[in-house]
């Protein structure tokens, strides 16, 4: 979940008049950023013995705790052994986590070969360690990350696969990479809301109006003293954080029914203006509730489309099946502006207690059927869009496959459509591989991949209807095969990234690829013509392409 930061307190708009958010602001919605030390293994001797003795003993006690709580995990090395391994690395481990992230929720986290080791070459394909992740603080080399552990982090390295492609992304430094949800948080996040002004009238009002909207156990807001009150993320809105904390700021704090009727004429009044704040004044209407939706229905035909998205926005999210056409309707049109917008809310068309009361399921069929449709577009940004709203509104229609399981390697999706066909990976998150249109797409002979440093050969000759596959180590020789694998793309990648494992007849289920390398076999094949697909690599942010930032003001972050 993206940074909370604009919640710190909301400016003066007639759309949040009377609001929570008029007398009060966040506190705790900043990102929290954490480091620590850990070891990354399976490196193949491209790692190093260099360490700082401190560090060096760290990592060893950290390495045998870890062991003596996974008692029945069989170790062929002792802790000095691993540390002290060529095919080992030190590393730091940074990560952030995320405002009102719950215990357990999952974050990425940036991994680099420690600045004391100049020795070590690449981190490219290892694996990190189980490791502590501490409060962020600036240490010199020789000291120990102290404090509180707030999370962990573990699993393979993800590196860019793409170093001087149109796809390349996320740096070309071999010394650094990436754990994808590698971060697990261990205990929740604390958000509150503090009050302008000490009233302890003030509290009351805040915590009744967000205890009759979200009714849940534990309460969702519980008043902690004249000025402070304790707010807790309800079920519902788990991994939808952001859109809990939006209602709750826009949340009126009058409770009679002749009030609440008067606002709601009062938004829909304001909505309708030039110069209207579209996304308050929305939130603000949907805080009102269903009741709201009968006067919202009268502007889902206004002329300026700002209104009607906005109107209609708010209509869906409480339920209401007139809006999903109107919002349906902007996300078909290559013009609206608010198309992404539009797309990303028809994967949420069933999520709002409000929807589900209502139908939520005939909802999300019908906004399952538009985002199909929009599938078929030309433009593999809206194809991908809709992917992504797809699975979350009607997971049914994603063929969804587990590649790897010891450990867990990547998701496959394969989802069928007779549009355009795109091959799309994710690089934060979660490992995973969509192929739209992926139930017609096969492997087309003739063709070779062959990459330098890569551990796989793949070939077939014209007219072949099997596929060669040979696994090699890092010399070139051959450790695997050759194989012949069928030419079924979404099969073939099953293979190249499962568990290296031998079924009851004697058949090898998998090679055991790791995630990176994957991505790059199927972008050659891709890029060779062998595959008729798009390949599309998810869109990197600034912090992507540089590394974390150094955190704005305190470096301690928030608690």
């Not at 309707?329 to 198309?339: G, L, N, T, V, Y």
């Amino acid at each position: 979940m993206s940074d909370l930061s604009g919640f710190v307190k909301m400016h003066s708009s007639a759309a949040i008049e009377g609001t929570i958010g008029s007398v009060s602001y966040l506190q705790g919605n900043r990102l929290m950023r954490v480091r620590g030390y850990g070891l990354v293994v399976g490196l193949q001797g491209r790692g190093s013995r260099t360490s700082l003795p401190a560090v060096r003993e760290y990592l060893i006690r950290e390495i045998r705790r870890a062991r003596m709580n996974a008692l029945h995990v069989e170790h062929s090395k002792t802790p000095e052994e691993l540390v002290d391994d060529p095919g080992s690395a030190v590393v730091e481990v940074m990560g952030e986590i995320p405002a009102a992230a719950s215990k357990g929720q999952t974050f990425d986290v940036y991994v680099s070969a420690a600045s004391f080791d100049p020795d070590t070459e690449s981190i490219a394909g290892g694996y990190l360690l189980l490791c502590d992740l501490k409060m962020f603080r600036e240490v010199s080399p020789q000291e120990i990350i102290e404090g509180r552990t707030l999370a962990k982090a573990r699993g393979p390295i993800f590196s860019n696969p793409f170093q001087g492609t149109d796809q390349s992304a996320a740096g070309g430094n071999p010394r650094e990479g990436r754990v994808l949800a590698g971060g697990v948080v261990l205990a929740d996040r604390e958000l509150s809301l503090v009050t302008v002004n000490e009233s302890y009238a003030t509290i009351r009002q805040i915590e009744n109006a967000i205890n009759q909207t979200f009714i849940c156990k534990p309460k969702a807001a519980t008043g902690m003293s004249h000025n402070t009150v304790k707010l807790k993320i309800p079920p519902e809105f788990r991994g939808r954080e952001r859109r809990f904390l939006e209602l709750v700021m826009h949340l009126p704090l009058v409770s009679s029914a002749a009030a609440r009727e008067a606002r709601v004429k009062q938004l829909i009044a304001e909505i309708v203006r030039p110069d209207a704040p579209m996304e308050d004044v929305s939130l603000s209407l949907e805080a009102m509730g269903p009741t709201a939706v009968g006067q919202l229905q009268t502007l889902y035909t206004h002329r300026r489309r700002e209104v009607n998205y906005y109107a209609a926005r708010a209509g869906l999210r409480l339920g209401d099946a007139l809006a999903l056409e109107v919002v349906a309707r902007h996300a078909r049109d290559e013009k609206s502006p608010f198309r992404a917008q539009a797309i990303r809310e028809l994967g949420e068309a069933d999520q709002s207690p409000a929807v589900r009361e209502s139908g939520g399921r005939a909802m999300a069929l019908r906004a399952s059927a538009v985002l199909r449709e929009l599938l078929m577009s030309t433009d593999p940004r809206i194809q991908i869009l809709a992917y992504e709203a797809l699975r979350k509104v009607d997971p049914d229609s994603v063929h969804t496959r587990l590649v790897g399981q010891s450990p867990e390697n990547f998701i496959l999706d394969v989802v069928p459509s007779d549009g355009p066909m795109l091959i799309y990976a994710r690089r934060t998150g979660t490992r995973r591989v969509a192929m739209i249109g992926g139930d017609r797409l096969v492997l087309q002979p003739p063709f070779l991949y062959s990459e330098p440093g890569k551990p796989l050969l793949v070939s077939a000759v014209p007219d072949d209807r099997f596929i060669s596959v040979l696994k090699k180590d890092r010399t070139g020789r051959t450790i695997v095969g050759p194989l012949r694998v069928g030419p079924s793309l979404p099969h073939f990648t099953h293979f190249l990234g499962n568990d290296p494992e031998v079924d009851l007849d004697g058949q090898l289920q998998g090679l055991g690829l790791e995630y990176s390398v994957v991505l790059d076999v199927l972008y050659r094949l891709c890029e060779k013509g062998a595959v008729a697909a798009n390949f599309r690599w998810e869109e990197p942010g600034i912090e992507d392409l540089i590394g974390p930032l150094k955190p704005p003001g305190r470096p301690e972050s928030e608690l």
